[in-house]
């Protein structure tokens, strides 16, 4: 017995678009096979539901399932051929012109000009036959959707697996090392599936990279504000700095000062056969509690600056 998407939703067959969302999204949650292990009958609820939204988030599929029911849902379903036949049904036992009744008309006619088939022509709806020859080859749509890895996942490069709304096996993504915000993956085949029996379209996943809390990305490029203290800038010391790569030893030089920007070359993004630098800035740190001591050592630096640090300070 063909089942109602709507009252797998539980939705009325004229609720709206952020409604048959909101329902699909409040029993995913409830059914997800994560919350549910090993209940199969959660599981099988989980994937009718995902073939609900399926049908009735998309509008075009949607529509079709209004008109014709069930009989949308099958691989291959032609509509043109399917609103044809059902004209030819109309006609063949309403009466009249096409009660059969007419000078001998028959109502295969109307597709081919005489002796055409019903029954093949009911075999053509999922077959696209009636949509031309080309039609049975036509892909489904593409699918767009986002990914959010972290900073370090996508200069390194790294996998991610994603389970499909269709209920189906998880999908493994992966992302190549130097993937930025914004860049595009596609997996063929894990789109929409085709209404003509073609191959299913793509899924197209746009990668979105969340910021680092110290490190930024211009290209190729890192930046990087290293804190140091007042005793290293001084003295100079050697110090690890994280890289894509793992972590390498800098050399602050002595004398150091705030603001100051060593390049480390080749120590940047790497993407394809590209390389890019990290730049590292000196962000000299002082202590911050209230000390009487650090006050008396602030003071006997400040009798070594013998010059005015802000001379020649103008627009």
């Known amino acids: 017995m063909a089942v109602d998407l709507y009252q797998e939703l539980g939705v009325d067959k004229s609720a709206a678009e952020v409604d048959i969302k909101k329902a699909y999204k409040k029993l995913a949650s409830k059914l997800h096979p994560d919350k549910n292990p090993g209940d199969k009958r959660s599981e099988t609820k989980f994937k009718a539901i995902n073939r609900a939204y399926q049908t009735l988030s998309d509008p075009k599929k949607r529509a079709l399932y209004d008109e014709f029911g069930e009989n949308a849902l099958h691989e291959g379903f032609d509509p043109n051929a399917a ?23 028959r109502v295969e006619d109307i597709f081919s000009g005489g002796g055409a088939d019903l029954g093949d022509l009911f075999g053509d709806l999922f077959s696209g036959k009636s949509g031309g020859r080309g039609s049975a080859r036509v892909k489904g749509s593409d699918v767009a959707s986002e990914i959010t890895i972290e900073f370090a996942q996508a200069l390194r490069g790294t996998e991610v697996k994603l389970q499909l709304q269709n209920g189906g096996e998880p999908v493994t993504v992966r992302i190549p090392p130097g993937a930025t915000d914004g860049d595009r993956i596609r997996l063929s085949g894990h789109g ?124």
């Open 83 to 105: 609103r044809a036949y059902q004209r030819a049904q109309q006609g063949y036992g309403g009466g009249g012109r096409g009660g059969g009744g007419d000078g001998g008309f």
């Open 192 to 315: 929409q599936p085709s209404p003509f029996g073609g191959p299913p379209g793509d899924l197209v996943l746009a990668i979105r990279v969340r910021p680092h809390a110290l490190f930024e990305r211009r290209g190729l490029d890192l930046h990087l504000d290293l804190p140091i203290t007042i005793g290293e800038a001084y003295r100079g010391a050697k110090v690890k700095v994280p890289t894509p790569n793992g972590s390498v030893t800098l050399t602050v030089p002595k004398r150091a000062q705030s603001g100051q920007t060593l390049r480390l070359k080749g120590k940047g993004v790497h993407r394809g056969t590209n390389i890019g630098d990290l730049y590292v800035r000196f962000l000299v740190r002082y202590p911050e509690q209230d000390s009487k001591d650090v006050d008396r050592a602030v003071d006997d630096m400040e009798r070594f600056m013998k010059v005015d640090i802000r001379a020649g300070l103008e627009l």
